[in-house]
């Protein structure tokens, strides 16, 4: 099969590629299947059988002609169509280079002259190719990571009608992202990773860390609007080898929209209305020429959030106030091509979100909900710009060494008003925290050899953090803490193959900071082995660590300077098993224990590295296509967090609160060509203790959400979701509940 004769390459539907030769009869090409001729769409690994290969939702026909004696070999790969490009439109033009030649063919012409196929997903290769980035500081897949890797990309956050980050990491397993301030759209996030707090998970964005030294450590993943977001990754097991501080529990990398691909331009644009006031606005352009690429957004979000509610922990219903929000956030990226080889990009999000501050509902008898105040009048704002600039550089004469600088300023802005007091002993006050973070990031990836790569570099990053309080009778400004911390660091990640069926890799890195003993060294070990051609078992052990706050090394009278960094040592280990060609089990145990972690000290009324949890658990999940265009997934997580050591030694062998709840997702999900999809997420949360006795717990919760889009043109598609069905009431923390049922619905335009 050399040489192909003259016939005609057939797209038909949106399952098959087929040769018509001039006999009549039907053969899948071969070309497509050696790799010649790349499908659209889905990250597929193609192999050489004549077996169904699948393509994206588009309905795509076509008559192509191969002039005579064109040499297969000779095909170029297609680039890969920017997944948010119109699914009619993707393969409308499309064109094939030969030795001899090129052609082009409209493929669009004929799209309604066949009968469309189903949906036939290979599962195992959509999930272990995903391409990722966290597990290895450079680009690489699913199914090359020692560390279990967790991914919702554009086109799911979009099909789950996600809003924010916060809610895009509901339905994946390994994390718990509700938060504890209330269930409604802003409520601020939580991100619990195996017994790790928020502020022991690192947020990166675009491999960068973002997480506030400030006061708490963390960020807000609330903040971020998901119409900036291109994919998610959820890295648990800790990330201090190549990321630095923050990472103990885990790593939540947010890669950010990109430009197209392809020369052309894209403008897609969005309105959605639904329950409490919510509505939603959305701009977004993309577009390439030789030059160049970009990608320009905004969004703009509001919702009132005045929903009904009843408490499970006191006799109250009511109806939420003051917790109204609003969002306007700006996402820009930009890609300047210096020549082939040599490229610099420029990244920027303005994040701001206005909203009220309602407090929860006072709870009698609840040692953590006891004293709860509900406020009419408490906002708070915050504003974060985002810039990064990168240069990137192919060294050598082939693609397997690059060099990457980076430099980067994040600057937070937070303001809590309280005009009116919430007791006869408060005062009204304003509490102003003003952050702003500035560094660089410079490494090299180097495959040497076909079966080894190496990535190093160093990392800078200087934060610079103020909190001062205003009280608004006196207009007397206290300051809390005005003060910098400066880290840097060296780190190396080496991995080899050192069989087709055996890889390990082996990283280190070496912090410095400007603590008293700031120094800290992790280390990571992974490896993999293919145990047979559809069972692969994996392992990891990682040292990991977090830096103390500002607010924690400098509020006086409340801080100790003499803080040591908290310190984590993170061992899992899991397989992955193929089910036939439809399905895929994922499983993981994993152990983690956090040492040194700073607790507040009763006896000296300072934070001290007094705490110490050993965490156990085990994170799995099944993904599964059951018949053509229907899929189906479940996740499973058992988090069991011990206090070992911490301010009250009567706590010592209790659950750490909060972050040792249990969760079980199962989804349904029914998807055609013609882009009709419809899908049921069913959610479970166990009970879970809200203080460090296990003297008081809240109830589990069991919720149904329903989500649908229905195509109405080419270029218009119709976006609808009630979440939480049943209306199930339930409480996030004593006091604060969560929202029962609610709606969206929206159209979504893309030209």
């Not at 331009?265 to 959305?282: H, I, P, Y």
């Not at 190093?456 to 005005?482: H, I, K, M, P």
């Not at 999940?621 to 189906?632: G, Y």
Request: with cysteine; charged share 20%; glycine share 10%.
């Amino acid at each position: 099969m050399r040489n192909i004769d003259p016939s005609i390459i057939r797209l038909v539907g949106a399952q098959w590629i087929k040769v018509l030769s001039p006999g009549g009869g039907a053969l899948l090409l071969w070309a497509a299947a050696c790799g010649w001729l790349p499908l659209p769409g889905r990250a597929e690994s193609l192999t050489t059988q004549l077996a169904p290969l699948p393509l994206t939702e588009a309905d795509i026909a076509s008559d192509l002609t191969l002039s005579p004696g064109a040499d297969a070999a000779a095909l170029q790969p297609l680039a890969l169509p920017e997944p948010e490009q119109p699914q009619a439109d993707r393969w409308a033009h499309t064109h094939i280079a030969l030795d001899d030649g090129s052609f082009e063919a409209d493929l669009g012409q004929l799209q309604a002259q066949e009968d469309v196929e189903p949906i036939r997903i290979q599962v195992i290769e959509r999930i272990l190719d995903q391409p990722v980035f966290s597990p290895f500081r450079r680009e690489g897949t699913v199914r090359e990571a020692s560390q279990p890797v967790y991914v919702i990309n554009r086109e799911q956050i979009e099909a789950q009608g996600a809003r924010t980050v916060q809610e895009a990491l509901r339905y994946l397993p390994g994390i718990l992202s509700d938060g504890t301030t209330g269930g409604q759209l802003g409520s601020p996030s939580s991100q619990f990773i195996r017994g790790g707090s928020s502020s022991q998970t690192l947020i990166l964005i675009d491999g960068r860390p973002i997480n506030e030294i400030g006061t708490f450590g963390a960020f807000d993943l609330s903040r971020i609007t998901t119409n900036a977001v291109e994919q998610i990754e959820v890295l648990p097991g800790g990330g201090s080898v190549l990321y630095g501080s923050n990472a103990i529990g885990g790593v939540i990398n947010i890669i950010t929209r990109r430009p197209l691909t392809e020369p052309g331009e894209e403008f897609s644009v969005s309105a959605a209305v639904g329950s409490f006031g919510f509505n939603d606005q959305t701009i977004q352009l993309r577009g390439a020429d030789a030059g160049g690429s970009w990608v320009l957004g905004f969004n703009r979000t509001s919702a009132d959030n005045n929903f009904p509610f009843r408490l499970t922990t006191t006799d109250f219903d009511g109806t939420r106030a003051n917790a109204d929000v609003l969002y306007n956030n700006v996402n820009v990226g930009l890609v300047g091509n210096i020549n082939d080889r040599n490229r610099l990009r420029f990244g920027l999000l303005f994040l701001s979100k206005d909203q009220g501050a309602p407090g929860g509902v006072p709870v009698p008898g609840s040692g953590s909900g006891g004293f709860n105040n509900l406020s009419g009048t408490d906002r708070q704002y915050s504003e974060n710009w985002l810039i990064d600039a990168t240069y990137e550089a192919d060294l050598g004469q082939g693609d397997d060494s690059q060099l990457t600088a980076r430099i980067f300023a994040d600057l937070l802005d937070f303001t809590f008003n309280s005009p009116v007091p919430n007791n006869p002993f408060a005062s009204p006050i304003r509490d102003e925290v003003s952050q702003s973070s500035i560094g660089a990031q410079v490494q090299h990836a180097w495959q040497f050899a076909p079966n080894q790569n190496i990535t190093y570099g160093a990392d800078y990053r200087t934060v610079q953090a103020d909190n001062n309080t205003v009280n608004l009778l006196t207009n007397l400004t206290t300051e809390n803490y005005s003060d910098r911390i400066n880290q840097g660091s060296l780190f190396a990640r080496y991995q080899a193959a050192f069989t087709d069926r055996f890889s390990a890799n082996l990283g280190v890195r070496q912090d410095f900071n400007d603590l008293a003993d700031g120094a800290f060294t992790s280390f990571s070990l992974g490896t993999q082995v293919a145990i047979t051609e559809s069972t692969n078992f994996r392992a990891n052990l990682a040292r990991n660590f977090r830096v103390p706050t500002l607010g924690d090394l400098f509020f006086a009278p409340f801080n100790n300077p003499d803080l040591r960094p908290e310190s984590g040592l993170s061992f899992d280990v899991g397989f992955d098993q193929q089910l036939g060609d439809r399905g895929l089990w994922r499983f993981t145990f994993f152990r983690n224990d956090i040492r040194d972690a700073i607790s507040f000290d009763l006896a000296t009324f300072t934070p001290q590295n007094i705490g110490q949890v050993k965490a156990i658990g085990i994170e799995t999940e099944v993904s599964v296509q059951v018949v053509n265009n229907l899929f189906a997934f479940a996740n499973y997580t058992w988090n069991q967090p011990t206090i070992q050591a911490g301010p009250n030694p009567a706590d010592n062998g209790n659950l750490l609160p909060f972050t040792h709840a249990d969760s079980f997702n199962l989804g349904l999900a029914y998807e055609t060509p013609q882009g009709i999809y419809g899908a049921l997420f069913l959610r479970h949360i166990s009970d879970f203790f809200v203080d460090r006795r296990n003297s008081e717990s809240l109830a589990g919760r069991t919720t149904l959400d329903a989500k649908l889009r229905l195509p109405l043109t080419q270029t218009l598609a119709l976006n609808a979701s009630v979440d939480n069905l049943f209306d199930t009431q339930f409480e996030l923390f004593p006091g604060f509940p969560g929202v029962g049922r609610s709606f969206q619905v929206g159209i979504r335009g893309q030209f």
